[in-house]
Structures are given as C-alpha cells and as structure tokens.
C-alpha cells in the first residue's frame, strides 16, 4: 500500500510539472499574440494620425485663406463705416449750422411778426373805431306769409296800403319809408345808417360786417352786438337763424340760414384755433333781462335741470355793473 502511494505521488508529480510547462507555453503565446497585435494597433494608429494630420493641415490652410478673405472684407466694411460716420458728422455738422440759421431767423420773423400783429391790431382796432364804435344797421324784413294772412283781418279800404311795399333801400346806408294816412298827401322820409340790408341780402351778408368784431374781441376790446326791433321784425331771424326747435344742432340743416350768434361762435374758435395753444379761455352765459330783471338761463335747480334764477345787478367799487353768481360754461 505504502508503494503503491508513493507510485501515485510521483505520477501526480509529474502531471503537475507537465501542466506549469504547459501554462508556461501558453503564457510565452500569448505574450506573443499580443505583441503582434500591439504592433499592428500601432501602425494602424500611426497611420490614422498621420491622416488626420493632412487633413488638419489642409482645414487649417482653408480656414487660413477664409480668414483672410473675411478679414478683407471686415477691414472694407469698417473703412465704408468710417467714411461713411465722417459723411454724417459733416451732415450733421451741416444740419446743425443750418439748425442755428433758422432758429436765428425764426426769432428775427416771431419778432418781425409780433411787431406786425401789434401794427395790425391798431390798424385794426383804428379802422373799427373809424367806422363807429356804436354801429346802427338797418335790416329790411321781407313779406312772410303771415303778413299775407293778416290781410283777411283789416278791412276792404285799407287792404291796398297794407300789401304796399312802403319801405325801400336806397343804397347800402339809406332807407327811404313811404309815409302816408287816409286824406293826406304821401310824404317820402329817408333815415341814414352805417349799413342798410335789403330783403334780398343774406346771412352771410350780415355776418360779414360783424366778424371783424370778433378779431377786435380776441384784440381785448369789449364787444356787443344787440338787435333791437318790434315784434315781428326779424331779431331772432339775424341773431339765431330760421325758428329753433329744442334740438339746436339738428333744427338748421342749411348752414346758410345760420344767425350770428352760431357764426360768431364758429368764427371765434376758427381765430383761437390760429392762435398759440392755451392762449384763450372761453366762458359762455345766457340771461335774459325781462321788465329789468335778470334771469340767469344756466343756472340748474337742484336735480339738475336748467332753471332761470333771478339775479341781482350790483355795482362795484370801480361803478361798473356786475352781476354776481352768474352761472358760466
């Protein structure tokens, strides 16, 4: 037994030292093969570089070239820049003396053209007091169809004098009235007037005598414009229009038929208009002055309807008349 164990020992022996022979063996071929491999991966990796190396070269020549090609025209472009930022400040600088000449001018023609509004606000204001600061025109009313009625009312001997035309303009300053009575002799009277309106003329006529006194109002001049007349006679006719409804601005629907009142109205804001901005402030009240007493028209009650207020007319310190709490828009 002993023998036998020793036997197999050295076969074990054996076969050990058979296998690290082997494993050596293979350990020097591998070493080998990857010696191979190494050199090959080498080459191969020495050949790539040597590619990318080219081709570098060449992207970097090309990048080269573009560079120097965009440099050129960055370098073209800048110059167009400055020749062009020196065209300008030269403009400018030409813009500028030209600024400086009509900001001179502009000053020498506001003066020129304050000193010419002052001349022509006398000459103005000359030529209105030249033709009367108190104006009396004379307006001749046409025959209206109510005229025409009232004929049915008078009796048969005197419906021929009554339908008579007995008032006449002359010429543009006198009237001449036709006077006559049952069992007289008709008797011719004439009246002068700074101007005389036949019944022909129009509201634009009438209106075109009055509007340079609204200049002269604008100027700082007082003005007042008063119709005076009968019943009847046409005041309402001259200062407003035809026969208002409650609806002012839909009642005329031909502005030719407008009064002076809307006119004056119309004109005065065409002259602030022309004028610097905030250099007028308007304000309008309405009275009415009935048996000498003052009724203001805009006054409002407490729920906020229009209701005619009575006021008192006092006088100032100065003696002048002033109505005071008098209602303004």
């Not at 080219?54 to 050129?72: C, G, I, N, V």
């Not at 606000?121 to 104006?135: C, D, K």
Request: glycine share 6%.
């Amino acid at each position: 037994i002993f023998l036998t164990f020793k036997q197999y020992q050295g076969l074990a022996g054996r076969s050990t030292n058979k296998v690290l022979q082997l494993y050596a063996a293979h350990g020097q071929r591998q070493k080998l093969q990857r010696s191979s491999v190494v050199t090959q991966l080498h080459g191969a990796i020495k050949k790539r570089l040597k590619q990318d190396m080219k081709s570098l070269h060449s992207f970097a020549l090309e990048l080269s070239k573009d560079f120097q090609r965009q440099s050129k025209i960055c370098l073209y472009q800048v110059l167009t820049a400055v020749q062009g930022i020196q065209l300008q400040n030269e403009a400018m600088q030409m813009f500028q003396i030209k600024a400086f000449d009509l900001e001179q001018s502009l000053q020498e023609v506001t003066e020129r053209y304050e000193k010419e509004k002052q001349k022509r606000r006398a000459l103005h204001n000359s030529l209105v007091e030249l033709r009367g600061n108190i104006r009396v025109h004379c307006r001749i009313r046409p025959l209206l169809p109510f005229d025409t009625a009232a004929e049915h009312s008078i009796s048969q001997d005197r419906q021929r004098n009554f339908s008579e035309t007995v008032i006449y303009a002359t010429d543009d300053e006198t009237v001449l009235i036709k006077c006559s009575r049952p069992g007289h002799a008709s008797i011719n009277k004439t009246f002068q007037f700074e101007r005389v309106y036949n019944a022909l003329e129009s509201q634009d006529t009438v209106f075109a005598d009055v509007a340079p006194l609204l200049t002269s109002l604008l100027d700082g001049y007082n003005v007042c414009i008063m119709a005076y007349g009968q019943t009847g006679s046409g005041k309402t006719y001259t200062m407003l229009g035809p026969e208002l409804q409650e609806n002012f601005a839909n009642s005329i629907e031909d502005e030719s038929e407008l009064g002076i009142i809307p006119r004056a109205a119309q004109e005065v804001f065409r002259l602030i208009s022309e004028k610097p901005p905030g250099s007028y402030w308007v304000e309008v009240s309405v009275v009415e002055v009935y048996n000498n007493e003052i009724f203001d028209l805009l006054a409002k009650d407490s729920c906020g309807k229009v209701f005619g207020i009575k006021r008192d007319v006092v006088t100032t310190r100065e003696g002048k008349s002033d109505v005071p709490l008098l209602t303004y828009e």
